[in-house]
């Protein structure tokens, strides 16, 4: 079993590299780190160096990162992985600095999802300097894609220490890797990709002000704000340039006792699965009759 530490990056990859990073910058807030590297802007969110790399090139994820504890914990990933018959491959060395990591190595997921495993991240001892007060206050999850989502959970339980806090049916698996309700989902779809990237605000306004801004400023709301009856969080989705997608967050539950959680199956056709705010579309046929005080038994003079 490999033990995830958490969550490291994001690294996509962007045909129009200026346009996403002053996206990245000044609508959704992230730190431009100078990685002094042509053709890669790095994105700081929170201590780690950089948790969105956005790479000059073929529009696409590239890959998502995952922490492990240190470089002996990488090299048993790579036997583990290989004894799975997943070839891991290398991270070389000017890979390893373009991440920001002391180590790496990297293998495709069953569905061609890109996923790195990489030990010694940077962090930075300063202070993030947030392009805007989005009130970001870390990287939350990632979500990927995939075809068979039940068939993923698999890979990611059996292989990893990833465990399932909450189903959307068969459409999503929402995985922890520490008390944190989810680092991790997997959503349905076609093929591999990236679903969106979730940043964490430190407060319930610090939604509902950038859903004003982000209108303000013509971004396309994709859903939200709304609240997710998984996780409990107060969610806002948007999409940047080249399809990416991207969730801020409020108020994302943990789960500190493994023993006691049982995950739940919510119902993707319930309107409510994914944001709870949404009640029913009609009201109920049986609508309690409205009683009128005219009507009301007079209380009978005693
Ligand atoms: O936070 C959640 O619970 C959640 C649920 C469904 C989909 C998501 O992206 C989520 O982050
Ligand atoms: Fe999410």
Not at 14 to 35: K, P, Q, R
Not at 48 to 56: K, M, N
Not at 89 to 117: M, Q, T
Not at 129 to 148: K, M, Q, W
């Given at each position: 079993?490999?033990?995830?530490?958490?969550?490291?990056?994001?690294?996509?990859?962007?045909?129009?590299?200026?346009?996403?990073?002053?996206?990245?910058?000044?609508?959704?807030?992230?730190?431009?780190?100078?990685?002094?590297?042509?053709?890669?802007?790095?994105?700081?969110?929170?201590?780690?160096?950089?948790?969105?790399?956005?790479?000059?090139?073929?529009s696409?994820?590239?890959?998502?990162?995952?922490?492990?504890?240190?470089?002996?914990?990488?090299?048993?990933?790579?036997?583990?992985?290989?004894?799975?018959?997943?070839?891991?491959?290398?991270?070389?060395?000017?890979?390893?600095?373009?991440?920001?990591?002391?180590?790496?190595?990297?293998?495709?997921?069953?569905?061609?999802?890109?996923?790195?495993?990489?030990?010694?991240?940077?962090?930075?001892?300063?202070?993030?300097?947030?392009?805007?007060?989005?009130?970001?206050?870390?990287?939350?999850?990632?979500?990927?894609?995939?075809?068979?989502?039940?068939?993923?959970?698999?890979?990611?339980?059996?292989?990893?220490?990833?465990?399932?806090?909450?189903?959307?049916?068969?459409?999503?698996?929402?995985?922890?890797?520490?008390?944190?309700?989810?680092?991790?989902?997997?959503?349905?779809?076609?093929?591999?990709?990236?679903?969106?990237?979730?940043?964490?605000?430190?407060?319930?306004?610090?939604?509902?002000?950038?859903?004003?801004?982000?209108?303000?400023?013509?971004?396309?709301?994709?859903?939200?704000?709304?609240?997710?009856?998984?996780?409990?969080?107060?969610?806002?989705?948007?999409q940047?340039?080249e399809g990416f997608t991207?969730?801020?967050?409020?108020?994302?539950?943990?789960?500190?006792?493994?023993?006691?959680?049982?995950?739940?199956?919510?119902?993707?056709?319930?309107?409510?699965?994914?944001?709870?705010?949404?009640?029913?579309?009609?009201?109920?046929?049986?609508?309690?009759?409205?009683?009128?005080?005219?009507?009301?038994?007079?209380?009978?003079?005693?």
């Open positions: 079993m490999i033990e995830l530490t958490d969550i490291a990056y994001v690294r996509s990859g962007v045909a129009d590299l200026a346009t996403a990073t002053e996206f990245a910058t000044s609508i959704v807030g992230l730190e431009l780190v100078d990685g002094g590297e042509p053709g890669v802007a790095h994105l700081r969110a929170d201590s780690a160096h950089h948790r969105l790399a956005l790479v000059e090139g073929e696409g994820v590239i890959a998502s990162g995952f922490t492990v504890a240190d470089e002996e914990a990488l090299a048993a990933a790579e036997t583990a992985l290989e004894t799975r018959g997943i070839r891991a491959a290398r991270i070389d060395p000017y890979g390893c600095r373009s991440r920001r990591v002391r180590a790496g190595i990297g293998f495709d997921d069953p569905f061609g999802n890109r996923i790195e495993l990489v030990a010694g991240q940077h962090s930075l001892a300063t202070p993030v300097n947030y392009s805007r007060a989005a009130g970001i206050t870390e990287f939350g999850h990632l979500c990927v894609d995939a075809p068979d989502v039940r068939e993923a959970y698999r890979f990611w339980s059996s292989t990893f220490n990833a465990r399932v806090s909450d189903w959307i049916g068969d459409d999503a698996c929402l995985m922890r890797i520490n008390p944190v309700h989810h680092k991790l989902a997997v959503f349905a779809a076609d093929g591999p990709g990236l679903c969106h990237m979730n940043f964490q605000v430190a407060a319930i306004d610090d939604i509902f002000r950038s859903w004003h801004f982000l209108v303000e400023q013509g971004v396309e709301i994709e859903m939200g704000p709304g609240r997710h009856p998984q996780s409990g969080a107060v969610f806002l989705y948007f940047g340039p991207y969730e801020y967050s409020y108020g994302v539950r943990r789960i500190e006792d493994d023993a006691t959680w049982r995950p739940r199956v919510f119902d993707p056709a319930e309107r409510g699965s994914i944001d709870m705010w949404l009640g029913p579309t009609s009201r109920p046929t049986s609508q309690p009759q409205l009683v009128t005080t005219s009507e009301l038994p007079l209380r009978k003079a005693t």
